[in-house]
Structures are given as structure tokens and as C-alpha cells.
């Protein structure tokens, strides 16, 4: 591999410094004049290591990929989207099950200049629709768990013009996956792509209004790097191995725990299957000796239950166990270090419109504390601002708006697709504003305060009450409708509905589960209310929009 491919500068922990300070004086961002993902996290490898391992599946069959495999079916697919008329700049959408045609549409949507846009299997038909229709997607590789979801909707999307399936349960106008590729050549040149040309769409939690696609572009994947290195604990050579549960249409699962890995040279672990299951993973830590596993705090509680897993196990290979979308208490942390015994405890923060910006390091000394979750990542400037002011907050223990400094940074995204108003509000005076209030003790460690207060995190998903709210007052039977996220053992938040019924109705359990259900049948599974209680009024502001921190309030949640 020629030196303008390794990219030397992020080889950065293989310099020897003793101490991040001497990282981040070294440190610069090197961005080379054209730059596709699916060349440097596949294609140069296929060259340089042809037999080393880029993919694990297990599927209930065991399947090994190398990376020339992955850049044949890449290239192949490429092929069959070049001769279905895909251009540079057109979006295609994937389903986000990880299988190797999720990750094989990506590389080859990127290797045409084409954008994708990762979709959890879990939206519901008006989520689904919202984001295939913003986007404007001209193809969706499509999953079975989300078919029968997509299928009814199919003829609302004016520019859809053809689906791939990722198996043989394709019908009418569709067209699976195998069929497609099927005698096509293996041989495809990968466009020469500008760093800052888009390559994925990936839509926000819809906080406010509808979720918003945050457009990052190819060098998107070059600012994630020094995060991935801080979480893999330096280690970055022939014998890692990378496993994360959570679906590859996150920006922290796919963007951070996929794509980071391949480039350098590391092999990932997937797993398609929809459901959780806790047992297997252990399983998997031992089959294919993990080194790096990452997964929310819900998945470890779930974990946790699995008994004596450590005795039955061998989960010796596991040298970092990195968590992140909510705090994990002092039971997580000290289960997750007894249990894997030589894996150092990791914590990260990051967000769609950023990616992986603060975490742990403990390649550099810097170990977990209860509390917080760490410190700048190489190559970002971070501060805290006030947000009034807008000035510096420098006092150790002082609360402000956690912001990064935006020009010259590849890691943050290049704009809201079709909002620049939204965009301009993110980023303001030179720094993209995260809305999040933290502060920062005097070894430079972060502490999380408070978010958005209306942002619900549910086992690892982060999500809006906006478009919760918007599903329920479509049923007859609703007038109006307020959402907030309560405390739950497992899940570490649920959705709570509080329904105005309208006139004619009664309430009753019956009609809890249908409004339940008609959520669920619309939106991702992950967002239906668990909860949901019948009251006469909603509490509103004068300009009528809902308090619902008064609703956190009356649950006892937030004090008044």
C-alpha cells in the first residue's frame, strides 16, 4: 500500500507519544485531493491483504468475506446501478439489517458518486415514506422485515424507480439482490470523488417537526477515525476484530463501528437477525474473538441477565467494551469489567449532524469515570459556550453548550438537505451548536447535563415526540395528543402518550392497544408509547404549543 493510500497522519497512535496533548500537537487533518470511502475501505485492501477478512455474517450459517469478495459484489452491483441509469448525486436508500448486501449497496452507491441513505428496518409506513420521498430516492434496497411496510406506499413515491431485495422475496416490478448482480462483471472503476461531494444521508431524530437528513460527505469518514482509534484503545492490526448490535442505519453504528474498521483493514461482525438476543453475543465474542464490542446500555442490561457467562464463555479476546447514547451507571461498568476481564471500559459522545467527537482513550491513560464520557477526540476543536453569550465558558464545573469549531473539520455535516434555515441555526458564528448543555472538570474530562428536553432515548435509539404525536391524532379517535420520554429499568426511557379522546369516544384498554398499535403500524417499533394515559387537557402555552415539561412534571420527572 503506496503512502498517499495509508494516510499516515491517521497512524497517528503508532507515533509512540505518551500523552494525548503530544497527539494533538502533532496532529493535522490530512485530505487528499479526491477521496471515495469505497476505495479506502475496500478496494485497497482487496490489493493489498486479497485474503484478509472483511465480514463476518452469522446468519445461522457462519459466512466469511473476504475483501476482494466484497469489492467483486461491489463492483458488480455498481455495474447493475450504472445500467439502471444511477448518476453521481442520486440517492439510493438500505435498508440498514447487517448482511452483506447492505454494506455491498453502500460501497457501490459511493463507488458511482452516488449517496445513500441508511433507513432502520423498524419505520413504520409514514416514517418510511417521509424519508424516501425527502430524499428523493431513486432505489431502496429493502430488506423483509421492512417490506411489508414499504409495499403499500411504493406507488406515493414519485422518484422511486426501481427496489432490489435483499433475498428472493421479491414480486412484481422488484428485483433481488442475486438476480442483480448475477453476470455482472467484477471488474468496476471507482469514480474519483472530492472529499466534500455527498456520500449518505442520515435523518435526525425529529426533535421538532419532521426528522431532517443531515447530508455528510465522502470526508465525513476521515474525522471519525481518531474516535475509532480512542475506542479500539489503539490497537488497529491484523488480529481486531469489530462487533457492534446495533442496525447499520445509525451514524454510530454504520458510520463509527463499519466503515472506521475497514479502513483499516480490521474485519466486522454482523449479525442479521431483528431481535436481540443477549445469549448470542457472548457466543459471538467467543467464535470470532472480538476484540472491540459496542452496544447501549439497554443491550448490557440485557446481557447481564444471561447467567454465569463469563464461566461458560471464553470472552478473553474482548479488549475494549465501548458504550454511548445514554450514561452507564456503576452496576454496567462494574459488571462489564469483571466480565470481560481484559477489556477497558469505554465511553463516547457523538450526534447525526457530528459523528464521534468525545469519548474515553484509554490508549493515552485516559480511563472511564463515572459520569462522564471523556475527551476531545484527536483533531477537534471543541469548547463550551454560553448560550447567551456565546462566549467561551473556561471555569471548570461551569455549565454551557457543548460546540465544535466547524471550519476545516471533515467530520461534521455539510448541510440539512433542503433546509438552509435549519442548517444556518445549527451553525452559527463559526461552530456547530449541539444543543447539548455539559461542563468540563479541570482534568478536561466532559459531564452531560441536559439535552434537548424533549428528546426521548430508547434502548439506544434517540427519537422525537413530534412525529409520535403526528400518528396519534390521524386516529378518529384522538383530538389531541403530547409525548415525553419516562424512566424505564431496561430501556432507560419509553415514550408516555397523553391522549385527549375526542368527541364520542370512551377510554378503555381495547382502545390504549388499537391507538398503540395504529402508532406502531406508522412509525419505527422502537417509538410507540408503552405507555399511554387518557386526560381531559393538554397544558399549552399561550402560543399553543404543548408544555411538556409540565407533563415531565406531573410525572415526576422534572422538578418544577
Not at 438500505?94 to 449497496?105: E, H, P
Not at 417537526?209 to 484503545?233: T, Y
Not at 457530528?354 to 484509554?362: A, E, K, M, R, T
Not at 383530538?479 to 430501556?491: L, M, Y
Request: aromatic share 10%.
Amino acid at each position: 500500500m503506496d503512502e498517499i493510500d495509508r494516510l499516515e497522519n491517521y497512524y497517528f497512535h503508532e507515533q509512540g507519544f505518551d500523552t494525548i496533548e503530544e497527539a494533538r500537537e502533532w496532529f493535522e487533518w490530512e485530505i487528499p485531493e479526491t477521496f471515495n470511502i469505497a476505495h479506502y475501505v475496500c478496494d485497497r485492501w482487496a490489493a493489498a491483504k486479497k485474503n484478509g477478512v472483511a465480514l463476518y455474517i452469522d446468519d445461522g450459517e457462519e459466512r466469511t468475506y473476504t475483501f476482494r469478495q466484497l469489492r467483486g459484489y461491489a463492483n458488480r452491483f455498481a455495474n447493475y446501478l450504472d445500467e439502471r441509469g444511477v448518476e453521481a448525486g442520486d440517492r439510493i436508500a438500505v435498508n440498514g439489517t447487517q448482511r452483506l448486501q447492505s454494506l455491498v449497496a453502500h460501497l457501490a452507491a459511493f463507488k458511482l458518486g452516488a449517496v445513500t441513505v441508511p433507513l432502520s428496518v423498524l419505520l413504520g409506513t409514514d416514517g418510511l415514506r417521509y424519508r424516501l420521498d425527502d430524499s428523493d430516492a431513486v432505489a431502496f434496497v429493502v430488506d423483509e422485515g421492512a417490506i411489508e411496510t414499504f409495499r403499500p406506499i411504493r406507488d406515493d413515491l414519485d422518484s422511486l424507480s426501481f427496489v432490489v431485495t435483499s433475498e428472493g422475496f421479491d414480486r412484481g416490478d422488484e428485483t433481488c439482490f442475486w438476480d442483480a448482480i448475477e453476470g455482472r462483471s467484477t471488474e468496476f472503476e471507482t469514480r474519483a470523488t472530492d472529499p466534500a461531494d455527498p456520500a449518505c444521508i442520515i435523518y435526525t431524530s425529529g426533535t421538532t417537526g419532521q426528522p431532517k437528513g443531515a447530508v455528510h460527505a465522502h470526508r465525513h469518514l476521515l474525522g471519525l477515525l481518531p474516535q475509532f482509534v480512542s475506542l479500539q484503545g489503539h490497537e488497529t492490526g491484523d488480529e481486531q476484530v469489530v462487533r457492534t448490535i446495533s442496525e447499520w442505519s445509525w451514524i454510530m453504528s454504520l458510520n463509527q463501528m463499519v466503515l472506521p474498521p475497514l479502513f483499516y483493514g480490521i474485519p466486522v461482525v454482523g449479525r442479521p437477525e431483528g431481535k436481540f438476543d443477549a445469549e448470542a453475543e457472548f457466543e459471538l465474542v467467543e467464535r470470532f474473538e472480538v476484540t472491540q464490542l459496542n452496544l447501549p446500555p439497554t443491550a448490557v442490561r440485557m446481557m447481564m441477565q444471561v447467567e454465569d457467562a463469563d464461566e461458560r464463555y471464553d470472552l478473553t479476546s474482548l479488549q475494549s467494551f465501548s458504550t454511548g447514547g445514554e450514561s452507564a451507571g456503576e452496576s454496567i461498568i462494574d459488571w462489564a469489567t469483571t466480565t470481560f476481564e481484559n477489556a477497558a471500559f469505554v465511553e463516547g459522545y457523538g450526534s447525526t449532524e457530528v459523528g464521534g467527537l468525545i469519548s474515553d482513550d484509554p490508549g493515552f491513560g485516559i480511563d472511564h469515570r463515572i459520569d462522564y464520557f471523556g475527551v476531545p477526540s484527536v483533531g477537534h476543536e471543541v469548547a463550551i459556550l454560553d448560550p447567551d453569550t456565546r462566549e467561551e465558558v473556561t471555569d471548570p464545573g461551569e455549565i454551557g453548550e457543548l460546540a465544535v469549531k466547524y471550519e476545516g473539520d471533515p467530520m461534521l455535516f455539510v448541510e440539512y438537505l433542503g433546509k438552509p434555515e435549519a442548517t444556518a441555526e445549527k451553525v452559527q458564528d463559526g461552530w456547530l451548536l449541539s444543543e447539548d448543555l455539559v461542563s468540563r472538570d479541570e482534568d478536561g474530562y466532559f459531564q452531560f447535563h441536559a439535552r434537548d428536553d424533549d428528546l426521548i432515548i430508547s434502548s439506544g435509539y434517540r427519537f422525537g415526540p413530534n412525529e409520535i404525536e403526528e400518528a396519534l391524532v390521524t386516529h378518529d379517535a384522538v383530538s389531541e395528543a403530547g409525548v415525553i420520554g419516562v424512566p424505564h429499568e431496561t430501556r432507560g426511557e419509553i415514550p408516555k402518550a397523553f391522549v385527549v379522546l375526542a368527541d364520542g369516544y370512551e377510554a378503555s384498554d381495547d382502545l390504549r392497544d388499537d391507538l398503540q398499535a395504529h402508532v406502531k403500524e406508522r412509525l419505527a417499533k422502537y417509538e410507540y408509547p408503552r405507555e399511554l394515559a387518557f386526560v381531559r387537557t393538554l397544558p399549552r402555552t399561550s402560543t399553543g404549543k404543548i408544555r411538556r415539561t409540565e407533563l415531565r412534571q406531573e410525572e415526576g420527572i422534572e422538578e418544577p
